[in-house]
T-cell receptor, first 114, second 112 residues
Framework: DVKVTQSSRYLVKRTGEKVFLECVQD?????MFWYRQDPGLGLRLIYF???????EKGDIPEGYSVSREKKERFSLILESASTNQTSMYLC?????????????FGPGTRLTVT | KQEVTQIPAALSVPEGENLVLNCSFT??????LQWFRQDPGKGLTSLLL?????REQTSGRLNASLDKSSGRSTLYIAASQPGDSATYLC???????????FGRGTSLIVHP
């Protein structure tokens, strides 16, 4: 069974802290994604990675960075957390090739910045 | 740029009804369309994936159809149950990009 896991389901951090959100997939997928989801705004792409050490900015990369040192792991970093980064963060992965690109999502991390 | 719209934004039906959720897209040059379910506070669960060469896919009480020429997909849920209550999102893959375009979702409530 395919699986995408995220390091925490709930996280509470203080303003100014450096925050790491980890995502691991066990499907040998090339593509990995970080989204945030807010009421009324839908899913918004923060960053996308199509291979190890490769990344592309999404729609809202400001205030975030990412790291992909291994194929199975994609980390989202909030350099200095702010209250407007309180949100649900979702990681996803997909295979590159065969014109399928079916996306699989993790359970989400609910981050609260106080 | 691809745009994906889901109407209605919210739907409330009595248990047992057959219902249809809609997803429309502006660029018909798609390579796939995926339907997801999301329960409150949880991640997205993939329900059905339709490749561009396919017209429909079925899984249990769910049937998804695709009409590329009209830019539409429908998700048909037969004999709805309270456990079907969730938000349903569609995502369209197009333009040679690995990044799908998501609709805002339809929030479904099935009441007993």
């Amino acid at each position: 069974d395919v699986k995408v896991t995220q390091s925490s389901r709930y996280l509470v951090k203080r303003t100014g802290e450096k925050v790491f959100l980890e995502c691991v997939q066990d499907m040998d997928h090339e593509n990995m994604f970080w989204y945030r989801q807010d009421p009324g705004l839908g899913l918004r792409l923060i960053y996308f990675s199509y291979d190890v050490k490769m990344k592309e900015k999404g729609d809202i990369p400001e205030g975030y960075s990412v790291s992909r040192e291994k194929k199975e792991r994609f980390s989202l970093i909030l350099e200095s957390a702010s209250t407007n980064q309180t949100s649900m963060y979702l990681c996803a992965s997909s295979h590159r090739g065969g014109w399928s690109y079916e996306q699989y999502f993790g359970p989400g991390t609910r981050l609260t910045v106080t | 740029k691809q745009e994906v719209t889901q109407i209605p934004a919210a739907l409330s039906v009595p248990e047992g009804e057959n219902l249809v959720l809609n997803c429309s897209f502006t660029d018909s040059a798609i390579y796939n369309l995926q339907w997801f379910r999301q329960d409150p506070g949880k991640g997205l669960t993939s329900l059905l994936l339709i490749q561009s060469s396919q017209r429909e896919q079925t899984s249990g009480r769910l049937n998804a159809s695709l009409d590329k020429s009209s830019g539409r997909s429908t998700l048909y849920i037969a004999a709805s149950q309270p456990g079907d209550s969730a938000t349903y999102l569609c995502a369209v893959g197009s333009g040679g990009s690995y990044i799908p375009t998501f609709g805002r979702g339809t929030s479904l409530i099935v009441h007993p």
